[in-house]
């Protein structure tokens, strides 16, 4: 799996969780979901992370979101849709398509 369909299935969570709160944004790269300019709040976040990790595991994928790795990395996985799909590069060795 290649950083472009990682962040695809990332931007794909974002929106669907965004459409169960009637709430719409244009999703990219550099959307925030963590700060002041986070799309969502901190119930949010965790309803992403929770989807993200459960969409992963159908494709065959376990990838923990909120392992102990992430959450003490100096920087935050969860600044940005770039951030996170570089991480979870990390965790599944995937390519840097």
Do not use: C, W
Not at 2 to 16: A, F, P, Y
Not at 33 to 50: E, H
């Amino acid at each position: 799996m290649g950083k472009n369909e990682i962040r695809k299935m990332i931007i794909e969570t974002i929106k669907d969780y965004l459409v169960t709160q009637d709430v719409f944004h244009e999703i990219n790269e550099q959307t925030s979901l963590i700060g002041k300019d986070a799309i969502v709040d901190s119930m949010g976040l965790v309803t992403i992370i929770i989807d993200l990790e459960s969409n992963f595991l159908d494709k065959g994928y376990e990838v923990s979101l909120t392992s102990e790795k992430a959450m003490s990395r100096k920087i935050s996985p969860f600044r940005s849709v770039n951030a996170l799909s570089n991480y979870i590069i990390d965790i599944l060795g995937a390519s840097n398509e």
